[in-house]
């Protein structure tokens, strides 16, 4: 597809449950970045990824967050252990990893721990 | 660290009024600024962008933004909004020399037919 797409859509877990979300970019965009958006809250940084370089993990909120990114294109974040404060919209964009390039954005997944 | 702040959270104008969202940022250096905008049911969309040059910048659908350095500013404006401008809207800075964005709490848009 052209544009950027998430999985799943929205998935409805357990607290103490771990979950993974799947992020597609766009063909050829080298960098990705995942956010997270709570009700009435901005977009919050989690992660960043430029080509094969080392990953920005500067905004994973705690250590049950992980993300990877695998051949360079598809990106999966983890969240161990999930709390109910982790109920959120989780944004994937990404973009060429030129200065003054834009994000492209997913349309989220929205996640529901109970 | 960064911050963006977009003062106004909720907006409620009339068809045909005047728009002018609030956005500023804290970085004393070089920055790209961006307005991004979520409709109803849709993911998030650029609307405008300012990277470098004129100050004023023309995004889609009759939206322009106006970098004001000295005052850490880059307010969204739409001379006569429609009914269809109904969304949330979101200003970003990103340095120049990072490539993390800064996103403020977005402003919610609601324009009455």
């Known amino acids: 597809g052209a544009g950027v797409s998430q999985s799943p859509s929205n998935k409805v877990t357990e607290k103490g449950k771990d979950v993974e979300l799947r992020c597609d970019p766009i063909?050829?965009?080298?960098?990705l970045y995942w956010y997270r958006q709570s009700l009435g809250q901005g977009l919050e940084f989690l992660i960043y990824f430029q080509g094969n370089s080392a990953p920005d993990k500067s905004g994973l909120p705690s250590d049950r967050f992980s993300a990877e990114r695998t051949g360079g294109s598809v990106s999966t974040l983890t969240i161990q252990r999930t709390q109910q404060e982790d109920s959120a919209v989780y944004l994937c964009a990404s973009s060429l990893d030129r200065a003054g390039e834009t994000q492209y954005f997913g349309p989220g997944t929205r996640l529901l721990v109970l | 660290a960064q911050s963006v702040s977009q003062h106004n959270h909720h907006v409620i104008l009339s068809e045909a009024a005047s728009l002018e969202l609030g956005c500023n940022y804290s970085y004393g250096g070089t920055v790209n600024l961006f307005w991004y905008v979520q409709y109803p049911g849709q993911h998030l969309q650029l609307l405008l962008k300012y990277f470098s040059g004129d100050p004023l910048v023309k995004g889609i659908k009759g939206f322009e933004a106006e970098f004001i350095k000295s005052k850490f500013s880059f307010n969204l404006r739409k001379p006569s909004v429609q009914w269809s401008d109904t969304a949330e809207y979101f200003c970003?800075?990103?340095?120049?020399?990072?490539?993390?964005?800064?996103f403020g709490s977005g402003t919610k848009l609601n324009v009455k037919p």
């Open positions: 970003a800075v990103k340095s120049y020399n990072f490539n993390k964005f800064y």
């Open positions: 063909s050829g965009h080298t960098a």
